[in-house]
């Protein structure tokens, strides 16, 4: 049984725009696209993924104390 939290709100900086979205619980996400401003969000350089870096929760690896990707 998996104990992770797999949706996580990702809020774009360009524009402020924030969805909730289900995080992939077997890849990394390496970009995603604001549905308002059409940026493509990238992670930051420490963050393995979109939604560690923009996410209100971490990626399932991250959060199991696992590496990612």
């Known amino acids: 049984m998996n104990s992770f939290i797999t949706e996580s709100t990702i809020t774009c ?4 725009h924030f969805k909730q979205e ?11 696209e604001c549905e308002q401003c059409k940026e493509v969000l990238k992670p930051k350089e ?12 971490a990626c399932p690896p991250i959060q199991e104390n696992k590496s990612c990707c």
């Open 22 to 32: 289900e995080m992939p619980t077997d890849a990394c996400q390496f970009f995603y």
């Open 46 to 57: 420490e963050d393995c993924c979109v939604f560690c870096s923009y996410g209100s929760v």
């Open 13 to 16: 900086p360009n524009c402020g």
